[in-house]
């Protein structure tokens, strides 16, 4: 197991860190992190539209389009707003003007979509099905603006000039050629009756989120993330920078349904990672949060267990992932890795099967569990599977929770045996 650290540290880690930290990949993340207020609020709305009590559902249905449309401005228009996000988090990593580039980043986005003959825009692009065409224009956009202020091909300004009005300047010859190149490209794609948004859909969205909808891609995306937090790089925030704008893709679609008063599409979602996967946080640490308070031996795990329940409460384990520690423990690495997959598995069984609804509302993810599960769902068999996932990460724990209890306890009592020994000292008469 030594060895396996050692493998870890020295080439995984490493490499899991350079593409966390890709400037691309990063715009990415930080973007669509910055939109998650925006689909909370959305997602607010459509549970007052959908309420879980039948009593409160009969009182709001006369207002359900008027509140689902809170949904269709925030959650519907994610890819407009990713445009201008991704845009901006690029370009400030670039330490260049953000909102101009946004700005040429949205009108770019605007020309690859489809508008409809009577000229209106064609509102199904705008939200997560053009996410993937948000993201590209975004990077496009950017880097265009970087090389031609590189090679010097900008409007020069003299001083003197108020700098928002020399900020427009320089970027008007890189705005204009990033436009003229994509409406140039999506000219040639309508004679052939398709428009950018159609091609990039199907060749790399289609195939993506069918592929991050699976099973067994989730459980990949789990191990690697679990793997990732075992060398002490924070795997959530990497796996999901990644797969955000498919999760979330498919988030929005049940959200759609859900407010179209269609079937739910999609069991797997945000949701499912933050609800069934994480309970108590990265690991599904919250059983043994419960642990380490009610069972521990070892008056080191006790003091932990006291200090880390409260935040499993809210999703937030650091306390148990360093105090405990299970970053680079190779006691614990086997059911911090394995407890949330089976705990997925359960889940997605139980859902698939019927036997508890699809979730179509998105909780902020510091919300505590049962609660979320509900509001997520509101099927309150939703929560009671979460029990159930909970239960059985407890059991996965337990043995080598009871493990390092007694490895801990046998360190206390040797510190406690060796302050009994008092040093003596001869002296010669």
């Excluded at 509102?123 to 993201?135: E, I, N, Q, R």
């Excluded at 590189?150 to 700098?163: C, H, I, T």
């Excluded at 704008?245 to 069991?267: F, M, S």
């Excluded at 932990?304 to 329940?309: D, H, Q, T």
Aim: net charge positive; hydrophobic share 55%; glycine share 6%.
């Amino acid at each position: 197991m030594d060895g396996v650290i050692k493998w870890l540290e020295d080439y995984y880690a490493p490499i899991a860190a350079r593409i966390g930290e890709q400037r691309h990949l990063k715009a990415i993340r930080d973007g669509i992190v910055s939109l998650i207020p925006l689909l909370l609020i959305g997602s607010l709305f459509l549970i007052l539209a959908f309420p879980p009590v039948p009593v409160l559902a009969d009182m709001v249905k006369p207002y359900v389009d008027n509140l689902c449309s809170v949904n269709n401005a925030t959650m519907g228009l994610m890819g407009l707003m990713a445009s201008f996000s991704v845009a901006y988090s690029l370009a400030n990593s670039y330490k260049m003007d953000p909102l101009e580039n946004s700005l040429f980043s949205v009108a770019a986005f605007m020309l690859a979509t489809p508008f409809a003959k009577d000229g209106n825009i064609t509102s199904s692009w705008m939200g997560s099905k053009g996410l993937f065409v948000a993201m590209l224009s975004a990077i496009f956009v950017v880097e265009i603006h970087r090389f031609m202020v590189k090679k010097n091909l900008v409007f020069k300004l003299p001083e003197g000039v108020p700098p928002a009005v020399t900020r427009s300047f320089v970027a008007l010859i890189p705005g204009f050629i990033s436009l003229a190149i994509v409406w140039l490209i999506n000219s040639i794609l309508l004679t052939s009756q398709t428009n950018i948004q159609g091609v990039i859909y199907k060749i790399l969205a289609a195939p993506l989120i069918s592929l991050g909808g699976t099973l067994p891609a989730f459980l990949l995306c789990i191990f690697f993330c679990q793997l990732l937090w075992c060398v002490g790089i924070h795997g959530a925030a990497l796996v999901q920078g990644v797969m955000s704008p498919v999760w979330l893709t498919l988030a929005q679609q049940n959200a759609a349904a859900k407010a179209a008063g269609e079937a739910i599409p999609n069991i797997m979602c945000n949701q499912l990672w933050d609800v069934y996967a994480l309970i108590g946080g990265s690991g599904a640490t919250l059983a043994l949060a419960f642990m380490l308070l009610m069972l521990s031996k070892s008056r080191q795990l006790k003091v932990l267990g006291k200090s880390a329940i409260g935040p499993s409460f809210f999703n937030i384990n650091e306390p148990i992932l360093f105090g405990m520690p299970i970053v680079m423990n190779p006691v614990l690495m086997i059911p911090f890795i394995f407890a949330p997959m089976i705990s997925a598995t359960i889940a997605y069984f139980a859902i698939d099967a019927g036997l508890v609804d699809k979730m179509f509302a998105i909780a902020p993810w510091t919300t505590p569990p049962i609660i979320n599960a509900f509001l997520d769902t509101g099927d309150i068999k939703a929560s009671v599977l979460q029990i159930g996932c909970f239960l059985v990460s407890g059991l996965i724990y337990y043995p080598f929770f009871k493990m390092w209890d007694k490895a801990k306890m046998k360190e206390e009592m040797a510190e406690t045996q060796q302050s009994k020994i008092v040093p003596t000292q001869g002296f010669k008469a």
